[in-house]
């Protein structure tokens, strides 16, 4: 099993590998299953993307964050490679992204998720509960 310090996490968009974000995204997710080839490539380039990569040079995850760097963000797509789970990995993608937004000022960031809510509530996230804006959604089903 590899150690967590034979990764490194990078912003550079041009060690993202495509092919690898869109395979893992579009059918081992629950939010992206089915998305085209097309529309992931469009995603990582509208986006701020911070991918982990093994010391050997293979991609081993992906975080998206949309932004407009001063007062909002929304943090998705946050994946780590089945082969490199358990090794802390999340927990360190998670707090680099985290540590950037808080430099830049942010006021919010956003997420959703379904059964890793212990991981970011680590980081400071909670339910919008109690919060005295009402957070709306409109969505496109048939899109993924």
Same mark, same amino acid.
């Given at each position: 099993?590899?150690?967590?310090?034979?990764?490194?996490?990078?912003?550079?968009?041009?060690?993202? %590998?495509?092919?690898?974000?869109? $395979?893992?995204?579009?059918?081992?997710?629950?939010?992206?299953?089915?998305?085209? $080839?097309?529309?992931?490539?469009?995603?990582?380039?509208?986006?701020?993307?911070?991918?982990?990569?093994?010391?050997?040079?293979?991609?081993?995850?992906?975080?998206?964050?949309?932004?407009?760097?001063?007062?909002?963000?929304?943090?998705? %797509?946050?994946?780590? %490679?089945?082969?490199?789970?358990?090794?802390?990995?999340?927990?360190? #993608?998670?707090?680099?992204?985290?540590?950037?937004?808080?430099?830049?000022? #942010?006021? $919010?960031?956003?997420?959703?998720?379904?059964?890793?809510?212990?991981?970011?509530?680590?980081?400071?996230?909670?339910?919008?509960?109690? %919060?005295?804006?009402?957070?709306?959604?409109?969505?496109?089903?048939?899109?993924?």
């Amino acid at each position: 099993m590899d150690q967590p310090e034979q990764y490194v996490i990078s912003t550079d968009p041009e060690r993202l %590998d495509l092919e690898w974000v869109h $395979r893992v995204l579009s059918t081992d997710t629950y939010w992206a299953t089915g998305r085209s $080839r097309e529309r992931s490539d469009r995603a990582v380039a509208n986006s701020l993307c911070y991918g982990v990569y093994h010391h050997s040079g293979r991609q081993a995850g992906i975080a998206r964050v949309i932004t407009d760097a001063v007062s909002f963000a929304w943090l998705c %797509d946050v994946y780590i %490679d089945r082969d490199a789970r358990g090794e802390g990995l999340g927990k360190r #993608l998670v707090g680099h992204v985290i540590d950037d937004l808080d430099r830049i000022g #942010l006021r $919010r960031v956003l997420l959703a998720t379904q059964g890793a809510e212990e991981l970011y509530r680590r980081f400071g996230f909670a339910e919008t509960d109690g %919060d005295d804006s009402t957070w709306m959604a409109k969505r496109w089903p048939d899109r993924t």
